[in-house]
Nanobody, 122 residues
Framework: QVQLVESGGGLVQAGDSLRLSCAAS????????MGWFRQAPGLEREFVAA????????GYADSVKGRFTISRDNVKNTVYLQMNSLKPEDTAVYYC???????????????WGQGTQVTVSS
């Protein structure tokens, strides 16, 4: 079992920055690829970013490429999502998730956090 707890969400203005954190516990988290997903009201959960076990490989949705950066600290068992130049359309609940392999699909992740709300006002 892997337990994931997100933090760092909040209400910001367009153009601001936020850093989300995902603290992991349980099995050795360094064995898992990690991902960030988001879900806006009435929409399906969508991929945002993912990072390999070592952190050497990352992937991003086109909508956030160049603005968001995913990173991980395997000593602290924590994954981060640095979000810059935020837009109102980034408003959503953000979830972190753990997977055996680096994946962009929701179905590929077996462990999920409870989510943290990010609201970007215009």
């Amino acid at each position: 079992q892997v337990q994931l707890v997100e933090s760092g969400g909040g209400l910001v203005q367009a153009g601001d920055s936020l850093r989300l954190s995902c603290a992991a516990s349980g099995r050795t988290v360094s064995r898992y690829a990690m991902g960030w997903f988001r879900q806006a009201p009435g929409l399906e959960r969508e991929f945002v970013a993912a990072i390999s076990t070592s952190g050497d490989n990352t992937g991003y949705a086109d909508s956030v490429k160049g603005r968001f950066t995913i990173s991980r600290d395997n000593v602290k068992n924590t994954v981060y999502l640095q979000m810059n130049s935020l837009k109102p359309e980034d408003t959503a609940v953000y979830y972190c998730a753990a997977s055996i392999v680096l994946d962009t699909n929701v179905q590929g992740y077996g462990y999920w956090g409870q989510g943290t709300q990010v609201t970007v006002s215009s």
